[in-house]
């Protein structure tokens, strides 16, 4: 069965810092979000992409974050100058065309900001 | 603004009992209601999605039913396992692309 592939699953960085968290949607996918959960709390959504832009973001989503598809394959999420409070799972997904298609979430990357 | 919730938030059964897990949001206006199962650390495992015209979906021992007149959906299990041992999430997709989750029923089935 397709998967959505995150890497790295985890990672630790110092307040500051910039990060890119990595994200191979399903390649007949057109639709790429990501999401993040902080620990004990709800999953909530950051972004969502489609046709090489940004459809759709939440107020979370501020100008220390951006997203990007370099190629027809990968998609990514940097965020620019990490903060403690965006110590959280990060999960990818991606959907097929249209609203009658579930998502598939990647296993999510664990970023610690210490 | 969509909100989910969900009820309960924690179960513990033995094995073997048939359960049902619940789950209400606001805005009657949805696409599809998706649920999910979360082991800890883990990812999202999409167990069952439920396009707003259907009524309900099977897999396996899963069952899960939508009434968007009254905000609400269900997870039934049947013959519980120790391995369902999981956090199961429901989120509803509205007019936008994104879901909107609930925070979850932990259940736990003990042996």
């Known amino acids: 069965e397709p998967e959505v592939t995150q890497t790295p699953s985890h990672q630790v960085t110092q307040m500051g810092q910039e990060v890119i968290l990595r994200c191979v949607p399903i390649?007949?996918?057109?639709?790429f979000y990501w999401y993040r959960q902080i620990l004990g709390q709800k999953v909530e959504f950051l972004v969502s992409?489609?046709?090489?832009?940004?459809?759709?973001k939440s107020e979370i989503f501020d100008d220390q974050f951006s997203v990007e598809r370099p190629d027809g394959s990968n998609f990514t999420l940097k965020i620019r100058s990490t903060k403690l409070e965006d110590s959280a799972m990060y999960f990818c997904?991606?959907?097929?065309?249209?609203?009658?298609?579930?998502?598939?979430f990647g296993s999510g990357t664990r970023l610690t900001v210490v | 603004k969509q909100e989910v919730t969900q009820i309960p938030a924690a179960l513990s059964v033995p094995e073997g009992e048939n359960l049902v897990l619940n789950c209400s949001f606001t805005?009657?206006?949805?696409?599809?209601l998706q649920w999910f199962r979360q082991d800890p650390g883990k990812g999202l495992t999409s167990l069952l999605l439920?396009?707003?015209?259907?009524r309900e979906q099977t897999s396996g021992r899963l069952n899960a039913s939508l009434d968007k007149s009254s905000g609400r959906s269900t997870l039934y299990i049947a013959a519980s396992q120790p391995g369902d041992s999981a956090t199961y999430l429901c989120?509803?997709?509205?007019?936008?692309?994104?879901?909107?989750f609930g925070k979850g029923t932990k259940l736990t089935v003990n042996p």
């Open positions: 997904a991606s959907s097929g065309q249209g609203t009658d298609y579930g998502y598939t």
């Open positions: 390649s007949n996918h057109l639709y």
């Open positions: 992409f489609y046709n090489n832009e940004i459809s759709e």
């Open positions: 805005d009657s206006a949805i696409y599809n």
């Open positions: 439920i396009q707003s015209s259907q």
């Open positions: 989120a509803a997709q509205g007019g936008s692309e994104k879901l909107v």
